[in-house]
């Protein structure tokens, strides 16, 4: 009997062991299912928080930006007065989905569409608008009709300054309409709130705190447990955090809030709790309940629902990682596989950025269902151009990222290239004549190369500049283009303290008559001296200069030292020949310069014959009509015109007889060719023709003596380039002009 207690006690001590295991792993289970349930719960919320973020800011920079673009075309009209800038905003409002528009002058009166006038001086949204700025105004109340609303505003510039502010109306509950999108099967809504707490747009969900004012206030007024929550809260919008908390409305919900990067704006997703966690909860329940009553079988049960759950979470993953409108991998599920590949047996692979060009105007023009459907048919071009073991994912809009494997490089770029022919065959319904235009970035993997991020990163870069060059479909990245974009930063970071710290020179390059021999003039040409004595090659910065739009400023800096010079040099009494300085097209794009010249040459006194103008042949060729008018106002006004470049590509010999020039420069590139039987016949024709038309001829890139002595044997009138002399500071050129003046100088 003793032997069998003991029996008795062993396996009630077993079964007690097996129990108390049994219920450590349940309970270790489900601490750990509940830290993963919960990971996935916040990172669900930070996903659905993002696409809210970006729809709010699509929607609102949208209007902004398009305000924007009518304060410039404002800006752009000569002498308009309030009623024509009024009757202009009301041709364009129908467009927009503004409540009403209206224009306020320097004085500080407000005239809208709908006829009303105010003084809105006092208001920041103005006051920052005059300070040269584009703003979103705090939440308003309209003193017309009560309405909530909220005032975009964007200085009207003309000649670099503000003289008056475009605003527009924004009704509060437009953006209510876009955030009342349901969400989580209805049980989640959005607010809109300030750093302070205080309310920009709240919800209409019935679940959510009626007649908000405050987020704050609203939590310490549901809840008591909430006083914690606030002080939680107050923390991230203070440090501008994206997080959650857990607050308390009648049942605890999730707000996630994200910062909106428009004011000090917080977009707050809101979601019950009991909603996000309901299965967990309930699988935990079968749990603990079938540990209870089927101890012996826990293990299996146990397994059961983890093999559940792994069901469900993937489930849930696949919101994360499937693309909605597609069907096929999200960008975050895209980096997890190269992820995997990456750390894998190496391969030769490319990572490779593509989106098509000006996609928005297809939203724009077609709607935004055909925008869904051109992005689907590419997403099928795509994949159907992948292989089994490559990957393919959608970022954002009409970005899309490939992971492809080749045995040549060449291979790639066929591919690619395929790709591109195969989007550009799909047609608009509305509009059959209208191109897709895609464009890839391709990044080649070097073998040990693990940062996924960085890949991006250099696919990313190349593919912005295949758009900004638009120069094909694709773009190979390389270490060289790499060290440009970083040299072309320094230097862009550079340029303007350069400016104004007067590192930019004028060299002059002499110009000589070709039978004399004798100083016929110079070319002006800009140069960067930094303040150690380094010199920064044109070929640098001059593309650089003409891409942003600072051209414009080195061009006038330069004639106005020209200007300088040419004075000075009278002062001293010597013989001055005329100086020609270039003109950016930039230049040309703004009629307004020409004024500007010649008051620079009315202050600094040199007689206006002494001054001369160099435009390109390709920027007379964009814009003729436009720039003929220019050309005849600069002539009026007595400036001699020069064609510089003349035969690089654009020539015409109808733009000879239609273009005012009165001096054409022959590009080196047909002096090169003079040693060829054709070549010097087309140079005796170019010669005969403007002769006839009484066009002067300089010769550019003369270097030889031979190159010379043709020339001037056809009658060329001057001869430039480093046969004669290179350019040069102001110094030496001003000991030539001496020379020349005393002795009549020969080269």
């Known amino acids: 009997m003793l032997k069998g207690r003991r029996k008795s006690v062993f396996k009630i001590s077993y079964v007690i062991i097996v129990l108390l295991i049994g219920i450590l792993a349940v309970a270790w289970y489900s601490h750990v299912l509940k830290n993963e349930l919960r990971e996935l719960v916040r990172n669900t919320l930070k996903e659905v928080s993002s696409q809210n973020v970006l729809i709010v800011r699509k929607e609102i920079e949208g209007d902004l930006n398009a305000l924007t673009e009518i304060a410039e075309r404002i800006g752009a009209l000569e002498k308009a ?216 079988i826990c293990v299996i049960i146990v397994v059961m629902i983890y093999v559940e759950e792994r069901r469900k979470k993937r489930q849930m993953q696949n919101l994360l990682y499937v693309d909605e409108l597609t069907g096929g991998d999200t960008h975050a599920k895209f980096l997890l596989d190269v992820e995997k590949k990456v750390m894998g047996a190496y391969r030769e692979a490319a990572f490779v950025m593509m989106d098509l060009d000006d996609f928005k105007l297809i939203n724009e023009l077609f709607g935004y269902a055909e925008g869904n459907s051109v992005l689907r048919y590419t997403w099928n071009v795509l994949h159907g151009h992948c292989r089994e073991e490559e990957c393919l994912g959608r970022s954002i809009a009409d970005r899309f990222v490939l992971w492809l494997y080749f045995d040549t490089r060449g291979e790639i770029e066929k591919r690619v290239t395929q790709m591109a022919e195969e989007i550009q065959r799909y047609v608009i319904p509305q509009a059959s004549e209208y191109i897709l235009h895609p464009v890839f970035g391709i990044y080649y993997v070097d073998k040990g190369d693990e940062d996924v991020e960085g890949m991006q990163n250099c696919a990313a870069l190349v593919h912005n500049l295949a758009k900004q060059e638009k120069s094909g479909s694709y773009k190979v990245y390389t270490d060289v283009m790499k060290e440009k974009m970083l040299q072309k930063k320094q230097l862009s970071d550079q340029i303007e303290f350069a400016y104004k710290n007067h590192e930019f020179i004028a060299y002059y390059q002499p110009k000589y008559e070709s039978v004399s021999q004798r100083l016929a003039g110079a070319e002006a040409l800009v140069r960067w001296r930094k303040p150690d004595g380094q010199t920064i090659s044109p070929g640098l910065f001059i593309p650089l200069a003409e891409e942003s739009g600072f051209v414009r400023k080195l061009d006038e800096y330069i004639f106005r030292e020209v200007c300088l010079a040419q004075k000075r040099w009278l002062d001293k009494g010597l013989r001055i020949v005329p100086i020609s300085v270039n003109l950016s097209q930039r230049h040309l794009e703004n009629p307004e310069f020409v004024d500007e010249y010649k008051r620079i040459v009315d202050e600094t006194g040199v007689p206006i014959e002494y001054i001369q103008l160099e435009i390109t042949e390709s920027a007379l060729y964009e814009k003729k009509k436009e720039f003929i008018e220019i050309m005849e106002k600069l002539h009026q006004m007595g400036f001699v015109i020069l064609m510089d470049d003349f035969g690089t590509g654009y020539s015409t010999l109808m733009m000879l007889k239609s273009i005012p020039v009165d001096v054409m420069k022959l590009d080196k590139s047909f002096v090169d060719d003079y040693d060829d039987v054709r070549g010097r016949q087309i140079i005796r024709c170019v010669m005969r023709l403007a002769q006839d038309l009484q066009i002067a001829i300089t010769a550019e890139g003369v270097e030889t003596q031979d190159q010379y002595e043709f020339l001037k044997s056809i009658g060329c009138d001057t001869i430039q380039g480093y046969y004669f002399a290179k350019p040069m500071p102001e110094e030496e050129f001003e000991t030539r002009m001496e020379m020349s003046g005393l002795a009549g100088e020969e080269a």
Do not use: H
């Open 81 to 296: 007065d309030e009623d024509t800038i009024v009757r202009t905003l009301r041709g364009v409002s129908y467009r927009y989905s503004f409540k009403r528009m209206g224009y306020c002058s320097a004085n500080g009166r407000a005239y809208t569409t709908d006829d009303s006038v105010f003084d809105p001086s006092q208001w920041d949204w103005f006051q920052a608008s005059m300070a040269g700025e584009n703003c979103i105004s705090e939440p308003l109340i309209d003193a017309v009709d009560g309405e909530e609303i909220i005032i975009f505003s964007a200085p009207v510039k003309r000649r670099d300054k503000v003289a008056g502010v475009v605003f527009a109306t924004y009704r509060i509950e437009s953006l209510k309409e876009i955030l009342s999108v349901t969400s989580f099967e209805g049980e989640g809504y959005t607010y809109i709130i300030q750093r302070d707490g205080d309310k920009v747009v709240d919800s209409v969900n019935p679940t959510s705190f009626q007649n908000m004012t405050n987020i704050y206030t609203s939590m310490r007024n549901a809840d008591g447990r909430n006083m914690q929550v606030v002080k939680e809260l107050r923390q991230l919008l203070d440090n501008g955090q994206t997080g959650y908390v857990i607050f308390y409305n009648k049942i605890g919900k999730y707000m996630y809030v994200t910062p909106l990067g428009i004011n000090d704006w917080f977009l707050a997703d809101v979601v019950p709790v009991d909603f996000m966690e309901s299965t967990s909860n309930d699988i935990l329940y079968r749990t603990y309940v079938v540990c209870v009553v089927l101890a012996a």
